[in-house]
């Protein structure tokens, strides 16, 4: 009972901030900043679409190789579109599904491919804070808020590295080993493979606003757009939505024409319109990958996961 209400959270935390949201416009203003997009909209944000699953794909590729194994490009490819449609359809069955896979064909430990994916997540909000530090750095007028966030974040940073350098006993356990013996070095090669990926992000909402009519100007959208992929990947809600619109709307909304409630409703259309087309990118995307010789592996490794599943590990980077 307690994990089906653990299960069942999300999916109420993402339809009460939509309809919360929607409470708060006019569903004729919704409707109308989707008809009045630009045209370039959709094979714009598509492409970016494509962009993010290349970069994300490569930083999977050279991340693993590196702290897990090695594998061709061509099965990581395989590997990270068929976990966009398992994950889509059981969170942890998608993640769960990487590790087995990786377990089943090259005999790694799973310890090991959680402690690789560990660092995996520890690298995307390093690179998300950096970015939003040099956007703070030449963003002229942010909202108080994400100052406070980074400053928060960089007390986190602060924590953790002091954490690695004590090496206290209760992080004595194969989960942390990855990341208390990455190095210097092994972190600044897995920051610099994964900033293509962060930067594409940035590159999909930041067309995808603009097409809509937010003019967000750039140095504004790299400090705020981190902090709002950081609240995104947070396991409280369906695949970031509904948290998503909810910070978009805070940090953004006043960047869109007209007042209060159409600002609301721009952004909201904007942000719920990119996501159902990348959702379905990923989801054609997964339905091609899980066909293939790797995709049947996958699922076989999905349903590994499920009889005998790992501890929880953190969300894989994307959208």
């Known amino acids: 009972?307690?994990?089906?209400?653990?299960?069942?959270?999300?999916?109420?935390?993402?339809?009460?901030?939509?309809?919360?949201?929607?409470?708060?416009?006019?569903?004729?203003?919704?409707?109308?900043?989707?008809?009045?997009?630009?045209?370039?909209?959709?094979?714009?944000?598509?492409?970016?679409?494509?962009?993010?699953?290349?970069?994300d794909s490569f930083a999977i590729w050279k991340t693993f190789g590196w702290f897990l194994t090695r594998m061709s490009f061509a099965d990581v490819l395989l590997v990270r579109g068929a976990t966009y449609l398992l994950a889509a359809i059981n969170y942890n069955v998608g993640q769960g599904a990487i590790v087995y896979f990786v377990h089943r064909t090259a005999g790694t430990t799973i310890?090991?491919?959680?402690?690789?994916?560990?660092?995996?997540?520890?690298?995307?909000?390093?690179?998300?804070l950096f970015l939003a530090t040099g956007g703070l750095a030449v963003a002229p007028d942010v909202p108080h808020a994400v100052k406070i966030l980074v400053a928060i974040a960089w007390v986190g940073l602060a924590i953790y590295i002091a954490l690695i350098k004590l090496r206290p006993r209760f992080l004595d356990k194969p989960i942390f080993e990855v990341l208390l013996n990455a190095g210097f070095g092994g972190y600044a090669?897995?920051?610099?493979?994964?900033?293509?990926?962060?930067?594409?992000?940035?590159?999909?909402?930041?067309?995808?606003?603009?097409?809509?009519?937010?003019?967000?100007?750039?140095?504004?959208?790299?400090?705020?757009?981190?902090?709002?992929?950081?609240?995104?990947?947070?396991?409280?809600?369906?695949?970031?939505?509904?948290?998503?619109?909810?910070?978009?709307?805070?940090?953004?909304?006043?960047?869109?024409?007209?007042?209060?409630a159409d600002q609301a409703a721009l952004v909201i259309a904007a942000s719920l319109t990119a996501q159902a087309i990348a959702f379905g990118f990923q989801a054609l995307l997964g339905v091609v990958c899980l066909k293939s010789r790797v995709g049947r592996a996958l699922q076989a490794s999905a349903k590994e996961s499920q009889d005998e599943p790992p501890e929880p590990g953190p969300p894989a980077p994307g959208m």
Request: aromatic residues 8%.
């Open 1 to 55: 009972m307690r994990k089906r209400l653990i299960r069942l959270l999300p999916w109420l935390v993402t339809a009460g901030l939509l309809a919360w949201l929607f409470h708060k416009i006019e569903l004729d203003k919704f409707k109308a900043g989707i008809h009045n997009a630009a045209g370039w909209m959709a094979p714009a944000t598509l492409g970016c679409v494509v962009l993010v699953y290349l970069a």
């Open 111 to 128: 310890m090991r491919g959680i402690a690789t994916t560990l660092l995996v997540l520890g690298i995307n909000v390093l690179v998300l």
């Open 189 to 260: 090669r897995a920051v610099l493979v994964r900033i293509p990926h962060i930067a594409a992000l940035v590159a999909f909402q930041f067309t995808a606003l603009h097409a809509f009519g937010v003019r967000v100007p750039l140095v504004d959208a790299l400090a705020t757009l981190p902090v709002i992929f950081l609240v995104a990947v947070l396991p409280i809600s369906v695949q970031g939505l509904g948290t998503t619109q909810t910070t978009m709307v805070y940090f953004l909304g006043r960047y869109a024409p007209g007042g209060p």
